[in-house]
């Protein structure tokens, strides 16, 4: 059974930073197969992309809202993928989920696998 496993969400204040992180388990699963992506989903509001990256790290995609401010990386070795937020806003509050998925550019529509997700909290 494949599971992804997201940590590091909180309050953190306006200007904040946080890292999250999201732990792969599974008998036979390997991140290192799949590309893996970040979403969100806000109060009220539907689940958005955030950002993917490449099996190999190569290629990385941001939505255009947190450019600049947010970097996704990956540890295959430890099964992990990353996600460093950094000039957090408020309107950045939402639920973080990681996935799973083909390639960088079909996981936006398309996942194998999905985390439970982890609350992120930005304050004014």
């Known amino acids: 059974q494949v599971q992804l496993v997201e940590s590091g969400g909180g309050l953190v204040q306006a200007g904040g930073s946080l890292k999250l992180s999201c732990a792969a388990s599974?008998?036979?699963?390997?991140?290192?197969?799949?590309?893996m992506g970040w979403f969100r989903q806000a109060p009220g509001k539907e689940r958005e992309f955030v950002a993917s990256?490449?099996?190999?790290?190569?290629?990385?995609n941001y939505a255009g809202a947190v450019t600049g401010r947010i970097t996704i990386s990956r540890d295959n070795a430890k099964n992990t993928v990353y996600l460093q937020m950094n000039s957090l806003k408020p309107e950045d509050t939402a639920v973080y989920y990681c996935?799973?998925?083909?390639?960088?550019?079909?996981?936006?529509?398309?996942?194998?696998?999905w985390g439970q997700g982890t609350q992120v909290t930005v304050s004014s």
């Open positions: 996935a799973a998925g083909a390639d960088t550019v079909r996981i936006v529509t398309t996942q194998d696998y």
């Open positions: 599974g008998r036979t699963f390997s991140i290192s197969n799949y590309a």
């Open positions: 990256i490449s099996r190999s790290s190569v290629n990385r």
